[in-house]
Nanobody, 120 residues
Framework: QVQLVESGGGLVQAGGSLRLSCAAS???????????MGWYRQAPGKQRESVAT???????NYADSVNGRFTISRDNAKNTVYLQMNSLKPEETAVYYC???????????WGQGTQVTVSS
């Protein structure tokens, strides 16, 4: 009922910046009940980890490793969440996934992921 499509991934030099986008579509009634959206990443052979989240009220949370360098934001009119990534490091090469939580039905939705590669 909710589909998430990520975009903006690609190849960037260490120290550079990249902006990811995640657009939600599908059931408007369900999209309107999304409480939290976030970005997760998974490197080869590693467990998926939370990078940043934002609530419907605009409260944000960041992993310690990215705090101060990454910024998550929302455009509610476009049903889109963004992740601005600055000062990227090679170890942050991973597939980045968008996630949305509809809390009243305890339901998570995931995008297919977008590859981010940071070269040294």
């Amino acid at each position: 009922q909710v589909q998430l499509v990520e975009s903006g991934g690609g190849l960037v030099q260490a120290g550079g910046s990249l902006r990811l986008s995640c657009a939600a579509s599908g059931s408007i009634s369900r999209i309107n009940r999304i409480n939290v959206m976030g970005w997760y990443r998974q490197a080869p052979g590693k467990q998926r980890e939370s990078v940043a989240t934002i609530t419907s009220g605009g409260n944000t949370n960041y992993a310690d490793s990215v705090n101060g360098r990454f910024t998550i934001s929302r455009d509610n009119a476009k049903n889109t969440v963004y992740l601005q990534m600055n000062s990227l490091k090679p170890e942050e090469t991973a597939v980045y996934y968008c996630n949305a939580l509809v809390a009243d039905i305890v339901r998570h939705y995931w995008g297919q992921g977008t590859q981010v590669t940071v070269s040294s």
